[in-house]
């Protein structure tokens, strides 16, 4: 599927998600490089917006996709809150679920095969993570505590030219919470990674040691 065939694909099933066309063109090309190096892990699936551009790449890379989310929802979606979707609230357990939704996208991108949902935290899941990954998408928890934490702890996991992709970043606080920018600064701090490029809110990072 070339990039415009993602673009339409995305705009004729209006697909969820809070990511531009250029952003996740960047990720579908960083992931087709880094699905060689390792697989390809994604920290808020969503409603797979996201997962669409990055498991693109892999499936045509022959690689995979790891998509991790709770699909509880972050602080922002949850009831009452500035981004809270019904269509996405299970009432009856007074909880979000965007689950249904993901794998929805996933059936009709075509992208079973290549995307493996793996629906926990994310400080869960690294807690217990041991595979070199290729490249990781962070793009869960925008808390300082959290984007902090989801940054350093998944960098560690990252093959030595792979890529660190971290959205949502804001050098100044008048656009945008700081949280996932405070990440991407303890990581560069570490001095194991560079920034490769900036695409609107969308910072990748290379490891080079
Ligand atoms: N990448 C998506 C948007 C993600 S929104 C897109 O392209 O549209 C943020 C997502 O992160 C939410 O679905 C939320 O449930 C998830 N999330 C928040 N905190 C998380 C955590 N600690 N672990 C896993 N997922 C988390
Ligand atoms: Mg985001």
Redesign the pocket.
């Known amino acids: 599927m070339s990039i415009s065939n993602i673009h339409n694909f995305l705009q004729a099933h209006s697909i969820k998600?809070?990511?531009c066309h250029e952003e996740g063109t960047a990720l579908y090309q960083y992931a087709k490089l880094a699905a060689s190096v390792g697989p390809v892990l994604?920290?808020?699936?969503?409603?797979g917006?996201?997962s669409v551009y990055l498991g693109t790449a892999c499936k045509e890379a022959d690689g995979v996709l790891y998509s991790?989310?709770?699909?509880?929802?972050?602080e922002e979606?949850q009831y009452g809150e500035e981004y809270h979707d019904e269509a996405l609230y299970d009432a009856a357990n007074q909880c979000?679920n965007?689950f249904p939704e993901f794998r929805k996208t996933l059936m009709l991108a075509g992208l079973e095969q290549s995307v493996v949902p793996m629906v926990?935290?994310?400080?869960t899941l690294v807690k217990h993570w041991s595979g070199i990954l290729g490249m990781v998408f962070v793009?869960?928890?925008h808390s300082p505590e959290?984007s902090m934490a989801d940054c350093v702890s998944w960098a560690e996991h990252i093959a030595v030219g792979g890529f660190l992709a971290i959205?949502d970043i804001f050098e100044s606080p008048e656009n945008g919470g700081q949280g996932p920018y405070l990440g991407m600064k303890a990581v560069l701090d570490s001095g194991r990674y560079q920034l490769q490029d900036r695409v609107m809110s969308l910072a990748i990072l290379k490891r080079v040691s």
């Open positions: 998600g809070f990511l994604e920290i808020g699936s969503y409603c917006k996201s991790v989310d709770h699909h509880r929802g972050s979606h979000m965007s926990t935290a994310s400080e793009d869960g928890g959290m959205h």
